[in-house]
T-cell receptor, first 117, second 111 residues
């Protein structure tokens, strides 16, 4: 099956700093990627849809200036958490949309655990 | 408002037991329903269901969809400790490519 990687897998940063998380589709091109956030013992919450070559589409309640998304190539999307605060600590998961002739499917990355101290 | 609800929220069973996990949905432009298993990391894919009444099976796991009553069940027979995980149900909305995830069911299988 298709492979999606995320880097880093785990990051600890100080309050006020910015953190960049990368999501790569390794063996297919993805014009669309998704970023999710998951709090402990909660489900995945879609944050935004990342579109190659255009602006990301954010879900209601997600601050676009706080969570900057860049999808500069067909295999890479980045999520930057700006001026991070402890409440931004969470598990961030990306997925890449693999489209076939008659179907499509999201393939998930392994996730990035962010801890803001 | 589109929503996906799973029940129970958590479940503790003993090895060898059979469990049934439920997922109900109210989603516009339904395309398919997906089941995932999540342990420490990102979800791993189990099943994709698009048609009513057709059971999908993989080893001890099986799943079926009822598009009239808007729900799906995931069955696990002869449970093992390795089945302990959070099981997530998601609905794929046609036209948006978005997945709407349910609340998840946390399953713990005791030896």
């Amino acid at each position: 099956g298709a492979v999606v990687s995320q880097h880093p897998s785990r990051v600890i940063c100080k309050s006020g700093t910015s953190v960049k998380i990368e999501c790569r589709s390794l063996d297919f091109q993805a014009t669309t990627m998704f970023w999710y956030r998951q709090f402990p013992k909660k489900s995945l919450m879609l944050m935004a849809t990342s579109n190659e070559g255009s602006k990301a589409t954010y879900e209601q309640g997600v601050e676009k200036d706080k969570f900057l998304i860049n999808h500069a190539s067909l295999t890479l999307s980045t999520l930057t958490v700006t001026s991070a605060h402890p409440e931004d600590s969470s598990f961030y998961i990306c997925s890449a949309l693999h489209t076939g002739t008659l179907s499509y499917e999201q393939y998930f990355g392994p996730g990035t655990r962010l801890t803001v101290t | 408002e589109d929503k996906v609800v799973q029940s129970p929220l958590s479940l503790v069973v003993h090895e060898g037991d059979t469990v049934t996990l439920n997922c109900s949905y109210e989603v516009t432009n339904f395309r398919s329903l997906l089941w995932y298993k999540q342990e420490k990391k990102a979800p791993t894919f189990l099943f994709m269901l698009t048609s009513s009444g057709i059971e999908k099976k993989s080893g001890r796991l099986s799943s079926i969809l009822d598009k009239k009553e808007l729900f799906s069940i995931l069955n696990i027979t002869a449970t093992q400790t390795g089945d302990s995980a959070v099981y997530l149900c998601a609905v794929d909305q046609s036209g948006t490519y978005k997945y709407i995830f349910g609340t998840g069911t946390r399953l713990k299988v005791l030896a």
